[in-house]
């Protein structure tokens, strides 16, 4: 438990609740100091739960109020608004192939949120799954060879987020429309020395320019352009 005087913010965690798998968390918090709502302080509780031995999870969310900034369009510098209470309930599926690893040359990753709000200004999609299938083969006791494909998709009736660019991140607009179901892919494909050093060129985005570029799938952070990356990776310690 966190309890600051002056604020009076505070943050009250619980894990495993009475031995039970479920997370419980309470916070309050100062609007961010940029949104000049200071005085305000919205408050969120949320309960996480895992079901099914980690392969289905519950979590709540209650807002009393949020932060939001809200637009017209692209260029309204927009003004900072406090919206009314919200919620959240989210489903979250990974299929038993994620958690268990088979140790065999390909594996297959999937997950899938559902997500509800009572509030459009949450702006986060109803339906999200995720995929990742990897496959390797054996050049010499010391070299791998690998191939691998990660994939988003989502679907549903979401508001679209609106960038502002004169102030650097995301916002809500009541005229932004809906987002259409889509997905973006990423292949890549590598040489893995020893398991210690692996090097990778990595087509992200794929298909990025098939959807419309104001998509973002995390909070403040939006889907980068397609590009061909090289990199380079090296474990310097277990």
Same mark, same amino acid.
């Given at each position: 438990?966190?309890?600051?005087?002056?604020?009076?913010?505070?943050?009250?965690?619980?894990?495993?609740? @009475?031995?039970?798998?479920?997370?419980?968390?309470?916070?309050?918090?100062?609007?961010?100091?940029?949104?000049?709502?200071?005085? +305000?302080? =919205?408050?969120?509780?949320?309960?996480?739960?895992?079901?099914?031995?980690?392969? +289905?999870?519950?979590?709540?969310?209650?807002?009393?109020?949020?932060?939001?900034?809200?637009?017209?369009?692209?260029?309204? +510098?927009? /003004?900072?608004?406090?919206?009314?209470?919200?919620?959240?309930?989210?489903?979250?599926?990974?299929?038993?192939?994620?958690?268990?690893?088979?140790?065999?040359?390909?594996?297959?990753?999937? #997950?899938?949120?559902?997500?509800?709000?009572?509030?459009?200004?949450?702006?986060?999609?109803?339906?999200? +799954?995720?995929?990742?299938?990897?496959?390797?083969?054996?050049?010499?006791?010391?070299?791998? *060879? *690998?191939? #691998?494909?990660?994939?988003?998709?989502?679907?549903?009736?979401?508001?679209?987020?609106?960038?502002?660019?004169?102030?650097?991140?995301?916002?809500?607009?009541?005229?932004?429309?809906?987002?259409? =179901?889509?997905?973006?892919?990423?292949?890549?494909?590598?040489?893995? @020395?020893?398991?210690?050093?692996?090097?990778?060129?990595? *087509?992200?985005?794929?298909?990025? !320019?098939?959807?419309?570029?104001?998509?973002?799938?995390?909070?403040?952070? =939006?889907?980068?352009?397609?590009? /061909?990356?090289?990199? !380079?990776?090296?474990?310097?310690?277990?």
């Amino acid at each position: 438990m966190k309890y600051h005087v002056a604020s009076g913010n505070y943050q009250l965690t619980v894990k495993n609740l @009475f031995y039970a798998p479920l997370d419980v968390t309470a916070e309050r918090n100062y609007a961010p100091f940029w949104s000049g709502q200071e005085v +305000l302080q =919205p408050s969120m509780f949320s309960a996480f739960m895992w079901l099914a031995k980690g392969r +289905l999870t519950l979590r709540y969310e209650d807002y009393s109020k949020r932060n939001l900034l809200v637009v017209q369009n692209a260029e309204d +510098l927009g /003004v900072w608004t406090a919206t009314p209470a919200s919620q959240l309930v989210r489903v979250r599926w990974v299929s038993p192939f994620s958690l268990e690893k088979t140790g065999k040359a390909s594996h297959l990753d999937v #997950a899938a949120n559902f997500t509800w709000t009572s509030a459009p200004e949450l702006m986060m999609p109803p339906l999200m +799954l995720k995929a990742a299938w990897d496959r390797q083969w054996n050049i010499n006791p010391n070299t791998q *060879f *690998f191939i #691998a494909l990660e994939a988003i998709g989502w679907a549903g009736r979401w508001a679209r987020p609106v960038y502002v660019p004169e102030r650097g991140q995301f916002a809500y607009s009541p005229n932004s429309g809906t987002i259409a =179901p889509n997905g973006i892919v990423t292949p890549l494909a590598g040489v893995r @020395f020893k398991k210690e050093a692996e090097f990778l060129v990595k *087509f992200q985005n794929a298909n990025q !320019g098939w959807i419309p570029n104001t998509i973002f799938l995390a909070e403040n952070y =939006p889907v980068a352009a397609a590009a /061909v990356l090289f990199e !380079g990776r090296w474990r310097m310690f277990n």
